[in-house]
């Protein structure tokens, strides 16, 4: 059994698609292919879409934990290596591998959620969204956008702010007053942080007025 088969010529796209990808990282033309949060998980922020079930679906597939070139190429690992070892363990019980398009379509039912339950462990090892040029503290007291999911207390949804730079972060939000929410596409003033989550308010809020 060989990688080069035709029955794991799927396999073989996706394991030369990933070093294509990984040399042009390398020799510095990552810009062709870059992808960064906003396009990983805010393709249509207008699309009528229940939320709820939405954030579901990212949340198994692993979408947002990491950036999108990261978990592409994370997938295509993946997809590669169920679907070669899949085809040798085929022709080790029958004799005959599937067909490529049959084992094609398995393997990536079984690499997305493996490749999210691996994006997970994955995201607490890299760098977050924030970038270094300001400090967490400067975002507070400036408005954020809710991107993904419904914000509750216990519950924080993944925003957007820009910096007094004009650059985008990428952070976790929470509402201040614990018996409200905050939807998608909702626009919120962020008032304070506690480590990585931050706590925001809408305008209208009674609290707005903050010790």
Partial sequence: MTLLAEYNLPFLIALIALVLISLAQIVGLGDVFDADADIEIDVDPD?????GWLEGVFSLLGLG???????????????????????????ALIGIPLDAAVAALLAAAAALPINGALTRPLARLLPQDETSAVTLD???RRDAEIQIGTAKRGSP???KVIDVFGHPHFVMVEPHDPDATMSQGDTVLLVRREGETFYAVHYESPKLQLD
């Fill in 47 to 51: 699309a009528a879409i229940s939320s």
């Fill in 65 to 91: 934990k990491v950036p999108f070139l990261i978990w592409l190429m994370l997938l295509m690992f993946v997809f590669a290596a169920i679907g070669v070892s899949g085809q040798a363990l085929v022709v």
């Fill in 138 to 140: 400067t975002l507070v």
């Fill in 157 to 159: 949804a993944r925003s």
